[in-house]
């Protein structure tokens, strides 16, 4: 559906900003450890996602329970999903549908193939990556990122504000404790309301619910494979920022060659001003998807 492929463009847009701030500059930037031995964090959303969600810590296993409504341009839906997130895989859980699924860990496919380039490779990929960040949000429309100092809930805070749309991360665990403003035409508010650390998980928290078995997603996880790859091929490429420097024009150029006219009708006009399509669009000419 629509919302789902915006949110899709949103991860990817999330992947590449994290390349832009000195918070990531690891000699890894794919392998970050646990935030917490334990935790767990509750939270609310409002604006086009209406719900809430709790996320459960443990080690190095993650769980998020997240039940969300989802209306955006006329469409709906509701997510009933528990995520389980591993070093190893990631598992899907459909509540609604009673169904399970599990993939690799596409943070973990990153990783690897980060681990096989060369030092002059690795160096090549951190600077093109932020060159993509930049030209990603010319795309897009924004500008400079602004990074200030500062605290919520009695945590210190990195807080971003990109593109209209500010996020509050807790320094030092890579965690986001709220977010708001609009992005593509979707108002993403995100709050915590409790945070608890240093205490215990409940087990079953951090499975997959009784009665339900998760089945193996091969296509899914090999499309996450060759992602990881193309991604590292495209960054590690030393032609990389002159095609870079083409996108814009041959995207423009592209858009005007494909730009239907306008007959005055109301769903030709809603198809040209859906601001999700724009997005993704120009997300995948950045991506050449």
Same mark, same amino acid.
């Given at each position: 559906?629509?919302?789902?492929?915006?949110?899709?463009?949103?991860?990817?847009?999330?992947?590449? @900003? #994290?390349? /832009?701030?000195?918070?990531?500059?690891?000699? +890894?930037?794919?392998?970050? %450890?646990?935030? &917490?031995?334990? $935790?767990?964090?509750?939270?609310?959303?409002?604006?086009?996602?209406?719900?809430?969600?709790?996320?459960?810590?443990?080690?190095?296993?993650?769980?998020?329970?997240?039940?969300?409504?989802?209306?955006?341009?006329?469409?709906?839906?509701?997510?009933?999903?528990?995520?389980?997130?591993?070093?190893?895989?990631?598992?899907?859980?459909?509540?609604?549908?009673?169904?399970?699924?599990?993939?690799?860990?596409?943070?973990?496919?990153?990783?690897?193939?980060?681990?096989? @380039? #060369?030092? /002059?490779?690795?160096?090549?990929?951190?600077? +093109?990556?932020?060159?993509? %960040?930049?030209? &990603?949000?010319? $795309?897009?429309?924004?500008?400079?990122?602004?990074?200030?100092?500062?605290?919520?809930?009695?945590?210190?805070?990195?807080?971003?504000?990109?593109?209209?749309?500010?996020?509050?991360?807790?320094?030092?665990?890579?965690?986001?404790?709220?977010?708001?403003?609009?992005?593509?035409?979707?108002?993403?508010?995100?709050?915590?309301?409790?945070?608890?650390?240093?205490?215990?998980?409940?087990?079953?928290?951090?499975?997959?619910?009784?009665?339900?078995?998760?089945?193996?997603?091969?296509? /899914?996880?090999?499309?996450?494979?060759?992602?990881?790859?193309?991604?590292?091929?495209?960054?590690?490429?030393?032609?990389?920022?002159?095609?870079?420097?083409?996108?814009?024009?041959?995207?423009?150029?592209?858009?005007?060659?494909?730009?239907?006219?306008?007959?005055?009708?109301?769903?030709?006009?809603?198809?040209?001003?859906?601001?999700?399509?724009?997005?993704?669009?120009?997300?995948?000419?950045?991506?050449?998807?």
């Amino acid at each position: 559906m629509r919302f789902d492929r915006a949110c899709l463009a949103l991860a990817a847009m999330a992947l590449i @900003l #994290t390349w /832009a701030f000195p918070a990531f500059a690891a000699d +890894n930037p794919f392998k970050l %450890a646990p935030p &917490f031995k334990s $935790a767990i964090i509750k939270y609310t959303y409002s604006g086009t996602q209406k719900g809430q969600s709790t996320v459960y810590y443990k080690g190095n296993v993650q769980a998020e329970h997240k039940q969300v409504a989802t209306k955006i341009l006329g469409f709906g839906s509701e997510d009933n999903t528990i995520t389980i997130t591993e070093p190893q895989r990631i598992t899907t859980v459909d509540l609604g549908k009673k169904e399970a699924y599990y993939t690799g860990n596409s943070m973990t496919y990153m990783a690897q193939e980060y681990e096989k @380039l #060369t030092p /002059a490779e690795k160096k090549r990929v951190k600077k +093109n990556a932020e060159e993509m %960040a930049g030209n &990603f949000l010319a $795309a897009m429309g924004g500008g400079k990122p602004e990074i200030k100092q500062g605290t919520f809930m009695n945590h210190p805070v990195e807080i971003v504000t990109v593109m209209g749309l500010t996020s509050y991360t807790w320094k030092g665990k890579h965690v986001v404790l709220k977010q708001e403003g609009g992005v593509m035409g979707m108002q993403m508010n995100m709050t915590a309301t409790s945070i608890k650390t240093g205490v215990p998980v409940p087990s079953d928290k951090l499975q997959v619910p009784a009665g339900m078995k998760a089945v193996f997603n091969q296509e /899914a996880d090999q499309q996450q494979k060759d992602m990881a790859k193309r991604v590292m091929d495209m960054l590690k490429d030393p032609d990389f920022g002159k095609k870079q420097g083409q996108m814009p024009a041959q995207a423009s150029q592209e858009q005007s060659q494909q730009a239907p006219a306008s007959s005055g009708s109301s769903s030709d006009q809603e198809k040209q001003a859906d601001p999700v399509k724009e997005g993704l669009d120009a997300v995948k000419k950045l991506f050449k998807w």
